[in-house]
């Protein structure tokens, strides 16, 4: 049986980019239908840390913190080099402070401002200190009502049985919990509404992070009208005369579902991070990876696009969003951990097979990734592994091992934790050789007592300053590993999503290897190339271009070109 109606815009995916198209057209007055392969709603999104880069946002102008257009155009040229795209990053830096400005005032979706977040190479010109990214505030999940159950669970490996916990004063909160009393107060709070909202609901409530940007978008989107299909199958698009009308799917039941659409489809499914075929072809060989996208996020829209004459540009120094991981046995979820936290932390080094330290291991976690690649000896796994001693797993927590007062043993029990009472028993299990692990731990403990990295700089750019502890004195990113047990957890390549995608104009609208315009045909997020060429210049560089490009496809279907006002004047 095979069903037919029709809309003015239909969006394929609801993460953050499908979610801003949607609710940006719907406020424009298109009648706008989601369809979603997955049976939930948030995508990969749901399980992010929530933050967006979007400078020149007016919440930071209201603090004082002002850029120009020249300052973040030059750090991006700098970063993004040869792939630098004055079109498309002319269109995001000016449509990111729009896209703030609409949400924040118009719609269930408010901010808050970043504003001691630092871009990630300080040293770059133009480079910001701060305010250059907003978080979505924390959201109560009742205000969704039913759809709180269409709303995609968090990551079991980065919350805490289900709560979310966002950087900055909450997570010193829970850092703190045995050390000061108003943190044991605040948590103590916090973790029973979570467990009461377990017993009543069946799911956490006090929703942060990545979950409160999907949650607020989402309550937007249905405010507005907007139309919600989920667990979808075997998309295809329609098209006329070479202009795309609309969308065939299947749904659980069975039905082959036709959607036609008046202004054209939104790709805006995911990326590819779980489609084997183009992940052969797009990363380096032979790494072993996991990727913390949702597993609906398999190429879809990118295979769309190529059916309906879109070209994938892949031309990048990386095809995936990197960040180091460590895989969790007995899995939880994914079995995933993403290592962002602990690196920056004073105390803990990450070291190749040799024991030697390769990298700052406070720097970007696409930095850190790339530097384990280029730094592994052709013919060797690509890996690391993260060593601490006993004081440092207590008071930081490494990986999915947290801090005290929760237990550690269950984690040297399955395998995750390495253990041992000397730094060359730690070596011997752990495959690591030994002398190098010893010499390297001597060295760098002797540094670490003078609060110095000759090496590789620990501790000297704003960037990695905040990954530090700012009451650990001299360096807030160093300290000496000296107090057995010692732990080291292995770490491999992972990623947050993939850069490569379809080619667009400033618009958003995808274009054929002629660099004609597909009429009604759109991409935003991870099924449109990066903005960013391939590299990572900031935190949130992920959802801030996704959000925008949500926004600026939703805005050029509705027939606005918003991205071509200026305001660099009035931010």
């Not at 970063?79 to 896209?99: C, K, T, W, Y």
């Not at 009742?142 to 709560?163: D, K, M, S, V, Y």
């Not at 992920?542 to 200026?566: Q, S």
Request: aromatic share 8%; charged share 20%; hydrophobic share 40%.
């Amino acid at each position: 049986m095979t069903q037919e109606h029709n809309y003015d815009l239909i969006v394929l995916g609801s993460g953050a980019a499908g979610l801003s198209a949607a609710v940006t057209a719907a406020y424009h007055g298109l009648h706008v239908l989601v369809v979603e392969k997955a049976d939930v709603i948030g995508g990969t999104t749901a399980w992010s840390g929530g933050w967006i880069w979007a400078p020149r946002n007016h919440l930071a102008a209201e603090h004082g913190i002002r850029y120009s257009y020249a300052q973040v155009e030059t750090y991006l040229r700098n970063v993004i080099q040869g792939q630098f795209n004055q079109e498309r990053v002319s269109a995001f830096l000016h449509g990111a402070p729009q896209m703030v400005a609409f949400f924040h005032h118009k719609t269930a979706l408010k901010f808050e401002p970043g504003l001691h977040i630092p871009d990630t190479y300080s040293s770059e010109e133009g480079a910001g200190t701060g305010g250059r990214s907003v978080i979505a505030l924390p959201y109560d999940g009742r205000r969704l009502g039913r759809w709180i159950r269409r709303l995609r669970q968090p990551l079991a490996e980065t919350t805490f049985h289900g709560l979310t916990i966002q950087a900055g004063t909450d997570l010193k909160h829970f850092m703190n919990v045995t050390r000061q009393l108003t943190s044991f107060i605040y948590v103590s709070r916090r973790v029973s509404k979570h467990l009461l909202d377990l017993l009543c609901y069946r799911r956490g409530m006090q929703l942060r992070n990545g979950l409160s940007l999907a949650a607020r978008l989402l309550r937007s989107a249905l405010d507005l009208g907007v139309t919600f299909r989920t667990d979808c199958r075997d998309m295809t698009l329609t098209q006329h005369n070479g202009r795309v009308t609309g969308v065939e799917f299947v749904t659980a039941q069975g039905t082959r579902m036709v959607r036609t659409s008046r202004k054209g489809v939104v790709l805006a499914t995911g990326g590819f991070a779980h489609d084997p075929q183009r992940i052969a072809q797009l990363f380096p060989n032979a790494i072993e990876h996991q990727s913390l996208a949702v597993p609906s996020a398999s190429g879809d829209g990118l295979n769309l696009g190529e059916q309906a004459g879109g070209v994938v540009e892949a031309n990048y120094p990386s095809a995936g969003a990197w960040c180091p991981v460590s895989q969790v046995p007995q899995i939880e979820s994914l079995g995933v951990f993403p290592h962002i936290i602990d690196r920056g932390k004073p105390g803990l080094i990450g070291v190749l097979q040799d024991g030697r330290r390769f990298c700052n291991e406070g720097m970007g976690y696409y930095d850190y990734v790339k530097q384990m690649m280029d730094n592994t000896p052709e013919g060797q796994a690509v890996q690391s592994w993260l060593i601490c001693d006993h004081h440092f797993q207590r008071r930081y927590g490494l990986g999915i091992a947290r801090p005290a007062p929760l237990p550690v043993g269950k984690y040297v029990k399955n395998g995750y934790l390495i253990q041992a009472d000397s730094i060359a028993e730690l070596a011997h299990k752990a495959g690591i050789d030994a002398i190098g692990l010893e010499r390297t731990i001597a060295e760098w403990n002797q540094h670490a007592k003078q609060g110095v990295d000759p090496h590789f700089h620990r501790g000297e750019t704003p960037y990695t300053r905040l990954q530090g502890d700012a009451n650990h004195h001299p360096n807030p990113c160093m300290a000496p590993i000296e107090q057995g047990p010692f732990y080291a957890v292995r770490v491999i390549a992972g990623s947050f999503g993939t850069f490569a995608g379809l080619k667009s104009n400033g618009d958003g609208c995808v274009i054929d290897a002629h660099g004609h315009i597909i009429p009604g045909l759109y991409a935003a997020g991870s099924d449109l190339a990066s903005v960013m060429g391939g590299q990572y210049p900031a935190g949130g560089i992920n959802l801030g271009p996704a959000l925008t490009f949500g926004y600026l496809a939703a805005r050029h279907a509705a027939g606005i070109k918003a991205w071509e006002v200026d305001l660099r004047e009035k931010i």
